[in-house]
């Protein structure tokens, strides 16, 4: 059973910029073959895909609103995958989650956004942007 553990989150100004981490432990051999991704879900709101990027880094995936702000990373060594997040805006606030994809991601050369291709899911970090 593979456990995520998401960290980085905080009170931040918008403007301003943030590096969440997420650590995969218990399952090294499949995180390194899997697309791992990042979703938020807001207050009110369903949960929504931010970035997601396939198991060797060539394939990547932004939602639109944070396209050229927000960039996604992975380190197999350390069976961990980052995000950026760059230019806050207060509509950043969120809950953000890693989540690590399914035995069909394994190897793909694409990444997916549907959380239902995601089996493995950290507890969440908390993502605040003042104006």
């Known amino acids: 059973q593979v456990q995520l553990v998401e960290s980085g989150g905080r009170l931040v100004q918008a403007g301003g910029s943030l590096r969440l981490s997420c650590a995969a432990s218990?399952?090294?051999?499949?995180?390194?073959?899997?697309?791992m991704g990042w979703f938020r879900q807001a207050p009110g709101k369903e949960r929504e895909f931010v970035a997601a990027?396939?198991?060797?880094?060539?394939?990547?995936g932004y939602r639109d609103a944070v396209k050229g702000r927000f960039t996604i990373s992975r380190d197999n060594t350390k069976d961990s995958v980052y995000l950026q997040m760059n230019s806050l805006k207060v509509e950043d606030t969120a809950v953000y989650f890693c989540?690590?994809?399914?035995?069909?991601?394994?190897?793909?050369?694409?990444?997916?956004?549907?959380?239902?291709?995601?089996?493995?899911w950290g507890q969440g970090t908390q993502v605040t942007v003042s104006s």
């Open positions: 218990g399952r090294g051999r499949t995180f390194r073959q899997s697309t």
């Open positions: 990027i396939n198991w060797n880094g060539i394939s990547i």
């Open positions: 989540a690590g994809g399914s035995a069909g991601t394994f190897r793909s050369g694409v990444v997916t956004t549907a959380p239902s291709d995601y089996d493995a």
